[in-house]
């Protein structure tokens, strides 16, 4: 017998081609990578040394764990994660160290978040936030389709995580959009890494 959640929320890739608002969602992604890079090329032309040796102190002392808790709670709280991610890169752990570390710890928030939109999703703060800035009526048509799409794109994966809990859409869906969450992370980090090496002067844009 098909699963009744699943028949309850088609996927977006039904509409991918006819829906007007995927070129913007394109262009808003190519407009928020390239950003991405120039700001990591600026911040790392102004500051160099003195970022790489805080975020070398920071490494030292919390290392792959404190880039999961950082991460953790930036997308539990719908805060900006790329400055993490700059800090385990540049601080000494690796291309790919960071990003699983923030990777587990952006699942783990997405949990967080879908548990307190459970549990806080009625009261009249949250409720109105969701309500107007229509993210509740796009999680009950799409529901773990929605954090999947929220978990690759420049919309808010919090909120999404937290709009997820407060319509009762199934963990188990959240779980599945939210390991989109690597990749979009791998893309994210490479772009910061492109923009800290050009501004170093290194045309070497993956330091893995």
Known sequence: MANPHCLRY?????????????????????????????ISAVVGFLSHDLIEAKASTFVDRHGLWGIL?????????????????????TGGLGFWST???????????????WLLGRLLGKTPWIAKRINT???DAFMRKYGGWAVAVAALTPF???????????????LLHVLAGSLLRFPKI???????????????????????
Request: aromatic content about 12%.
């Open 156 to 170: 808010p994966y919090g909120v999404a995580t937290w709009a997820s809990g407060a319509t009762h859409v199934p």
């Open 186 to 208: 791998l893309v994210y980090l490479w772009m910061l890494t492109l923009g800290w090496n050009l501004a170093s002067g290194s045309w070497v844009a993956l330091g893995m």
């Open 69 to 89: 808790l950082a991460t953790c709670f930036t997308d539990t709280f719908f805060l900006f994660q790329e400055p993490i991610l700059l800090v385990g890169w």
């Open 99 to 113: 990003a699983v570390a923030a990777s587990i710890g952006s699942i783990w928030g997405g949990i967080n978040g």
């Open 133 to 135: 800035s229509s993210v």
């Open 10 to 38: 088609p996927s977006p890739m039904s509409s991918l081609y006819t829906n007007p608002e995927t070129l913007r969602t394109v262009r808003r992604v190519i407009l928020g990578l390239s950003l991405l890079v120039l």
